[in-house]
């Protein structure tokens, strides 16, 4: 039972690394394979396998992060809205909206089930590859809303990352520094953009919150303790 029950219309921090605190990621093609199962698993009706819409698409690309949903003939109707997220090479983390019953859950189900898959089959290996069940945190409260967003949105900086790995990290932050929105919901967005008045606002608030969170922690690399902040 989780202490916060998964509730429609509500926000949440969603997060969980790999298994004894290993890679999730070993190259870009891992990167962008997960990138495009985010993005093709968030319906409510499911696309079935990755390969097979590729092939019925007759998409052949090296650089999937770059396929549009609609390529693939999706349907618009997701089960959740994302807000921010990090991928870091060992783990990730989530600020999601559920947008119909069980839609978080379901999701998940898919999205770390499916990638699972796809990793013990590319890296010849069996077994879980993510440390159990994915951990969830309701956002309810305004100083919480402050420091997590934040948090999620460029939590890469929290870490001292090596440079071999750094192409293995993307970030919500791309997007909302961008304008263009592609993981990340336009309408959460906006919303979220009209909090803080400008995207650069934004941007400055998230590099203040994280730079006194380090300097707060110190030097962290990717095996310590993700600590979250503080409700």
Known sequence: MRKDPLVTG?????YNRGV???????????LNRFILS???FNTINPIGSIKD???NAKIDVQRPSIIDVTDVGRPEEPLVSIVCYCFNPNHFHFII??????G?????????GGYTKYFNEVHNRSGSLFQGRFKSHLINDEQYFLKIYPYVNMNYSIHNIPAEKSRLVWASDREYHSGSFDIV??????????IYGTKENF??????????IRQERGNISLLDEDLLPEK
């Open 104 to 112: 978080i859950s379901e999701f998940f189900k898919r999205l770390l």
């Open 20 to 30: 004894d605190k290993r890679d999730i990621f070993m190259d870009t093609n891992n």
């Open 97 to 102: 909206k559920q947008e119909v019953d069980g």
């Open 38 to 40: 985010v993005k093709l």
């Open 185 to 194: 919901s336009k309408k959460e967005a906006k919303t979220l953009l009209d």
């Open 10 to 14: 509500e926000y949440y921090h969603i």
């Open 53 to 55: 819409a590729l092939q």
């Open 203 to 212: 941007k400055s608030e998230c590099i203040k919150v994280t730079s006194i």
